[in-house]
């Protein structure tokens, strides 16, 4: 009973909540960013919010590496749960790259323009259009977010690196909607970044991984239902643990760099991993 009140009173206040939020969200695409120039402050506290409604603390593993500051940077993280946004977007400043179908909801595709989205769909044909518009990004000096597995999983595991847009750091070109070149007109490093949860109400994942399931509740297809019991859970610690800059003139081609990126982040997620699949990611007509 008492999870199930937790779960109708965050329920509430998100009720309450989202109106504001959406409308700093306008604000920020309306005035903020194409006034003042700032792609940040908005979404960083839009994120906060989100996060922290749904009782998710984040901490920074301390061997993490400092973010670079002086090149525009692209951030490879793992992707366990629909809450990793929220995580993702707080601990770290860059424009998302996600599925392009939420651009066509009615309200969440607007709003989400307005908080540094990146619309890209998901199969080999369209990765020029989606290169060019995240070559877009980094041509203005903004680093971009991704989760190169293309889907999420149950955490056990870290599923293949996709490396068809890393291909863009190798020479390969971007187009427009009407098809027109886009060229990375800077020099972009790769960051990868593990996102690993460390506790849920209190207790460590070390010898109960089985605690993950809160956080990703990847068994429950019901969207209202994954979000309900997820509120339901009173805390859950997420640990981020971000590597050094690596810098793809140090590597042959994309596949030894995401494949190199993988690695180091499947060592903190899932160290007893001994193989590695490709995720299947959804059909969508």
Do not use: C
Request: cysteine-free; glycine content about 8%; charged content about 25%.
């Amino acid at each position: 009973m008492r999870r199930q009140l937790r779960a109708a009173r965050r329920a509430l206040l998100g009720l309450v909540t989202f109106p504001l939020l959406a409308s700093a969200v306008i604000l920020q695409g309306a005035i903020v960013g194409p006034i003042f120039r700032n792609k940040t402050a908005i979404p960083n506290m839009v994120y906060n919010t989100m996060r922290k409604l749904i009782g998710i603390k984040i901490e920074f593993n301390e061997a993490s590496a400092k973010f670079e500051k002086d090149k525009p940077t692209w951030f490879v993280a793992n992707h366990m749960s629909m809450a990793d946004p929220f995580v993702a977007g707080s601990a770290l400043n860059g424009n998302f790259v996600g599925k392009g179908e939420l651009l066509k909801w009615p309200v969440i595709g607007q709003l989400a323009l307005a908080m540094k989205f990146i619309g890209v769909r998901r199969s080999r044909e369209h990765n020029p259009e989606s290169i060019g518009k995240i070559a877009k990004s980094f041509n203005k000096g903004e680093n971009v977010i991704m989760f190169p597995e293309g889907t999420t999983n149950d955490g056990s595991r870290v599923d293949r690196f996709r490396a068809g847009l890393i291909s863009m750091l190798y020479g390969e070109k971007g187009v427009d909607k009407k098809g027109r070149e886009i060229k990375l007109e800077k020099d972009v490093v790769v960051q990868p970044v593990a996102i690993r949860v460390k506790e849920v109400e209190g207790r460590s994942t070390e010898n109960a991984p089985e605690l993950r399931a809160y956080y990703s509740r990847f068994d429950e297809d019901n969207m209202i239902k994954r979000i309900w019991n997820r509120m339901a859970t009173k805390t859950m610690t997420i640990e981020v643990t971000v590597f050094p800059a690596m810098h793809p003139a140090d590597y042959k081609d994309q596949f030894e760099l995401i494949n190199a990126a993988h690695k180091k982040v499947q060592q903190v997620v899932a160290p007893d991993q001994t193989d590695v699949q490709a995720g299947a990611i959804p059909y969508v007509a």
